[in-house]
């Protein structure tokens, strides 16, 4: 892990103008759903300009996570983990689009191991209008979500798209909606809105809905609430 982190930092200085900017972001955010699920996530950044208009973003996240499940003998077991997840992400951003692309790597001992790729685009169509779509795929070696069942090598990709409306300059909206795929041939779909409040910039402030519903019968199906208080720039 201490190699991984080095490498990056490495990399970036070498590939790094001597007069791009370096800027560091933090944040918290936290979700509540279905069976008790509460998930707490503080997390720290740094990104570093590349150009005018690209730059890269090295992110750690350190998940809480705890939920309820009932057991082979009917009794209700409480499951916590806590989960470390390393993110390099590189952005390019211009007056009416912008692109991103980010690799993940998420480790909570034995009970978890995955590697995710997120990418997308935006497109700006009105002043205060944007549109976003982007691919995610995660694949996932786990005993965490299952934990009477065997260890599981699982696939899982998704589709998503939203919008972004600016209604004020301290007030956006952003409906956006997903669908999954597994290759256990499980499909899901998430329909989530979300507003961020700028109080002041750079500070943001999100909170927001989201529905998850899937084909097989999963414990986590249902509604969340989400809220974030974070520092970007």
């Not at 301290?170 to 997903?178: I, M, V, Y």
């Not at 899901?188 to 989201?210: C, D, E, F, Q, W």
Request: with cysteine; charged share 20%; aromatic share 12%.
């Amino acid at each position: 892990m201490k190699t991984t982190v080095l490498a990056v930092v490495v990399l970036v200085s070498v590939l790094t103008p001597a007069s791009a900017e370096t800027f560091v972001q933090a944040g918290f955010e936290s979700y509540v759903g279905p069976n008790r699920m509460l998930l707490w996530t503080p997390w720290l950044g740094v990104r570093q300009g590349l150009s005018a208009s690209s730059s890269f973003l090295f992110k750690c996240y350190f998940h809480n996570l705890e939920f309820r499940y009932v057991n082979l003998e009917e009794q209700e077991v409480k499951r916590s983990s806590h989960m470390m997840n390393l993110t390099a992400a590189f952005y390019n951003q211009r007056p009416s689009r912008e692109a991103y692309a980010a690799l993940s790597f998420v480790r909570a001992g034995e009970m978890y191991d995955a590697l995710a790729l997120d990418a997308g685009v935006g497109f700006t169509v009105l002043g205060r209008l944007s549109l976003d779509a982007g691919v995610y795929a995660i694949n996932e070696d786990s005993i965490l979500w299952l934990p009477e069942e065997p260890r599981r090598r699982i696939t899982t990709a998704s589709l998503k798209g939203g919008v972004r409306l600016k209604v004020f300059p301290w007030l956006r909206l952003n409906p956006r909606a997903a669908v999954y795929r597994n290759t256990d041939g499980v499909t899901a779909t998430m329909l989530a809105v979300s507003l961020v409040l700028v109080p002041k910039s750079p500070i943001y402030v999100s909170l927001g809905y989201s529905r998850y519903a899937e084909s097989a019968a999963y414990r986590f199906r249902g509604d969340y609430l989400e809220i974030g208080l974070n520092y970007y720039r």
